[in-house]
């Protein structure tokens, strides 16, 4: 940390006293990889809407959401009253229910490019299904993703996700970057990795693998990689590039999918051949899935023989969570994405605006309801230049922990996103909170760029 106060050490005397019970049990003292413990994280005891409340009374405005699953804020009404009746009836089965077809038709109907899908429980294992079901409809093995991008715990999809300039090789020819001590280099073989944003040599690399690869994952607004721009036209490319060379387009929007009531890709005018969902189509329960073109999906029929692809799962289409779907899917209407693209572009542009007005190195990423701060003068355009040395992560550090101290979470990295349950007076404090920052850093010239004449 680079001198911004930090939290009072007895503001958060509970949540410390059972961070220590946590290492007992845990390695590192959490179960999850995403959990701030600098020095320990602040453990929940309830929520609701869009407030959370801590175990030591503190109270928050949730910009986290749970690195962006609840839609509709916490405790949503609607949700809770379906699990709730839900429960009483049973909480799994090894059986169908009606709630399962009920929620695929939901989002069949409204994303264009899905014909049929198939429930999972996580992201992760969204993605996993997708890529076994390209590899099984092509007969190919290889899998290109972008650099730096995230597509959650699958071998293939995690290479290069945490690149840096120490590893990631030439910019036209990005190197397929181990993400885990051990990982079988026939993995990183297997995985191409692609510049973002950069035309020709995409086009270039792809041209030299054409032949083995089975699928392009993409992100259409990579959040670890910065919530980049991409330029609409690299889409059409890749798009007419798999097409030519019978190579599925797999769209992951398990975090992207809030951009609209038709999803990320559809906003875009993108037509995919598979596509990945999760988090909000889960009602905030656990929750993935993969759909698409039909002919595609049907690698998974298991209806009159083995599939080519098996895919079961004790808790997929888990009752309780199709009900919270349901839910949740049902109050997502167009009216509800509108509200969230309003509040999500007032957001963006009064933060961007504080930013410019004090001259700090800052600048927001984002489209819809999401948005990134980053510790930089100027948005990335491509995914290396959201890198950030030692003295943009400590930026990045003190303004997270600031936003705390003033009763705001965000999520690791800058990430944020609005809920249905935020109004302008959320986004206020937000911006309050953010400014009163960029003074301090004015005044103390710190964290400042020179004004253009």
Request: charge should be negative.
């Amino acid at each position: 940390m680079s001198g911004i106060a930090v939290p009072i050490q007895d503001k958060y005397a509970q949540s410390r006293r059972i961070y220590q019970r946590a290492q007992t049990v845990f390695p590192g003292g959490t179960t999850r990889a995403t959990i701030a413990n600098d020095p320990h994280p602040v453990y929940v005891a309830s929520a609701a809407g869009a407030c959370v409340t801590d175990v030591d009374g503190n109270s928050y405005t949730d910009f986290a959401n749970n690195f962006t699953t609840l839609i509709h804020g916490h405790a949503y009404p609607p949700v809770v009253a379906a699990i709730i009746e839900q429960a009483a009836k049973g909480t799994c089965f090894s059986n169908p229910t009606n709630s399962e077809i009920e929620l695929a038709e939901i989002i069949c109907a409204r994303v264009p490019s899905i014909d049929k899908i198939r429930f999972v429980n996580t992201g992760t294992e969204a993605v996993m299904f997708a890529i076994k079901a390209a590899r099984a409809f092509t007969g190919r093995s290889k899998i290109a993703k972008f650099e730096n991008a995230y597509h959650g715990g699958y071998d293939w999809a995690e290479v290069s996700e945490n690149s840096t300039p120490s590893n990631w090789g030439r910019a036209d020819a990005p190197l397929s970057v181990a993400p885990y001590a051990g990982i079988p280099e026939s993995v990183l073989q297997e995985t191409l990795v692609l510049p973002l944003n950069a035309h020709e040599e995409t086009l270039n690399l792809m041209r030299q693998h054409a032949a083995d690869l089975a699928g392009i994952l993409i992100d259409v607004m990579p959040s670890r990689a910065g919530m980049t721009d991409i330029d609409p036209s690299y889409f059409s490319m890749l798009r007419e590039f798999t097409q030519d060379n019978d190579i599925l387009l797999i769209d992951d929007e398990v975090l992207n999918f809030r951009q609209g009531y038709a999803g990320a890709a559809a906003r875009i005018g993108l037509t995919p051949d598979l596509v990945t969902l999760g988090k909000i189509i889960g009602g905030g329960l656990p929750i993935g899935a993969v759909g698409g073109r039909a002919d595609v999906m049907s690698v998974f029929d298991n209806s009159s023989g083995p599939a080519k692809v098996p895919q079961g799962g004790t808790f997929s289409a888990n009752p309780l969570s199709m009900v919270a779907g349901i839910a949740s899917m049902r109050a997502l209407d167009q009216i509800a994405f509108d509200r969230l693209e309003e509040l999500g572009a007032s957001g963006r542009g009064r933060l961007q605006q504080v930013f410019d007005e004090t001259g700090v190195s800052m600048s927001v990423t984002g489209h819809g309801s999401l948005f990134r701060l980053h510790p930089k003068r100027l948005t990335p355009k491509h995914n290396r230049d959201n890198y950030h040395d030692p003295a943009e992560r400590g930026r990045l550090q003190d303004l997270q922990a600031h936003l705390l101290t003033n009763g705001i979470m965000l999520a690791a990295g800058g990430l944020g996103c609005i809920s249905t349950a935020m109004t302008t007076a959320h986004i206020d404090q937000l911006v309050d909170a953010v400014y009163s920052l960029a003074t301090i850093w004015k005044n103390n010239n710190r964290c400042t760029q020179k004004r253009s004449k």
